[in-house]
């Protein structure tokens, strides 16, 4: 089995920052493409940033500048490290990863089971 496990969330104010953190265990041979989406209340959820296993990165517009995606492949955890939170940013954010769980196996989408983060005026 494989779990993903998100740590990092909390209430904030305005202009303040968090670091989340997701650590990817269990049955895993590979892990193609690791991200973090969020959902706000009422709202689908989106693709804050996403990075490759060669370290390419692609963000939202919404948080170009002022997020940062990274990832530490010897332990299989992925980082959002977010500055300059606004309000807008309020939302549960998780984790996914693209994961191989053997070598004959198809790659499969997995997800975290969410961690909030509030951002007050």
């Known amino acids: 089995q494989v779990q993903l496990v998100e740590s990092g969330g909390g209430l904030v104010q305005a202009g303040e920052s968090l670091r989340l953190s997701c650590a990817a265990s269990g049955s895993i041979f590979s892990i193609a493409d690791m991200g973090w989406y969020r959902q706000a209340p009422g709202k689908q959820r989106e693709l804050v940033a996403v990075i490759s296993s060669s370290q390419s990165t692609n963000y939202a517009d919404s948080v170009k500048g002022r997020f940062t995606i990274s990832r530490d492949n010897a332990r299989n955890t992925v980082y959002l490290q977010m500055l300059s939170l606004k309000p807008e940013d309020t939302a549960v954010y998780y984790c996914?990863?693209?994961?191989?769980?053997?070598?004959?196996?198809?790659?499969?989408?997995?997800w975290g089971q969410g961690t909030q983060v509030t951002v007050s005026s």
């Open positions: 996914n990863a693209q994961i191989v769980r053997t070598k004959w196996s198809a790659r499969g989408d997995y």
